[in-house]
T-cell receptor
Framework: AQKVTQAQTEISVVEKEDVTLDCVYE???????LFWYKQPPSGELVFLIR??????QNEISGRYSWNFQKSTSSFNFTITASQVVDSAVYFC?????????????FGKGTRLHILP | GAGVSQSPSNKVTEKGKDVELRCDPI?????LYWYRQSLGQGLEFLIY????????KSGLPSDRFSAERTGGSVSTLTIQRTQQEDSAVYLC?????????????FGPGTRLTVL
């Protein structure tokens, strides 16, 4: 069965600090995709990244970076030098590629507050 | 338009009535997705269209929910005999359709309130 756990319900950090959002997943498939989405206070979801299970290279995009570790079934997201605009709810998600069901399973989300 | 649009933005209905939610994807996007976000259930994936076809409808919460897409463009999500637990924000997204799921662009959502 698929499952995504975001153990951190809410995090507050002061601006310019680095912050890591944890995501742990469960899947029986060897081929799967992992995602992060951002939902700012405006409510509109923003797709941040898609990573397939065969690519364990860490990815960096500006101040954002993602650490994918198959050994611990984790796909953590780090924001470096956080800014107030990073305040949002962040969702991690999983989709099993080999499963004939086209589904995306979401974690409960982590609410991030960046304090000025 | 440039982005995904959804209508109506807000819908208040009485329990037992049918509602229809509409999604206009980005032009040229062949894939379309429906999601639901509620306080109790979090973010849920409902259904995915590649063109006019939805390979898997098992994500729909009950048989009162149906979705269709015609002409590979506009999609409607219909909820029959609405219940209070259907109250949620219904989100639509579209993507180029380069594999399930590729980079999605989301609409602003329809907030449904069932009284």
């Amino acid at each position: 069965a698929q499952k995504v756990t975001q153990a951190q319900t809410e995090i507050s950090v002061v601006e310019k600090e680095d912050v890591t959002l944890d995501c742990v997943y469960e899947t029986r498939d060897t081929t799967y995709y992992l995602f992060w989405y951002k939902q700012p206070p405006s409510g509109e979801l923003v797709f941040l990244i898609r990573r397939n299970s065969f690519d364990e290279q860490n990815e960096i995009s500006g101040r954002y970076s993602w650490n994918f570790q198959k050994s611990t079934s984790s796909f953590n997201f780090t924001i470096t030098a956080s800014q107030v605009v990073d305040s949002a709810v962040y969702f991690c998600a999983l989709s099993e590629a080999m499963n004939r069901d086209d589904k995306i399973i979401f974690g409960k989300g982590t609410r991030l507050h960046i304090l000025p | 338009g440039a982005g995904v649009s959804q209508s109506p933005s807000n819908k208040v209905t009485e329990k037992g009535k049918d509602v229809e939610l509409r999604c206009d994807p980005i032009s040229g996007h062949t894939a379309l997705y429906w999601y639901r976000q509620s306080l109790g259930q979090g973010l849920e994936f409902l259904i995915y269209f590649q063109g006019n076809s939805a390979p898997d409808k098992s994500g729909l919460p009950s048989d009162r929910f149906s979705a269709e897409r015609t002409g590979g463009s506009v999609s409607t999500l219909t909820i029959q005999r609405t219940q209070q637990e259907d109250s949620a924000v219904y989100l639509c997204a579209s993507s180029l359709g380069l594999g399930f799921p590729d980079t999605q662009y989301f609409g602003p959502g329809t907030r449904l309130t069932v009284l």
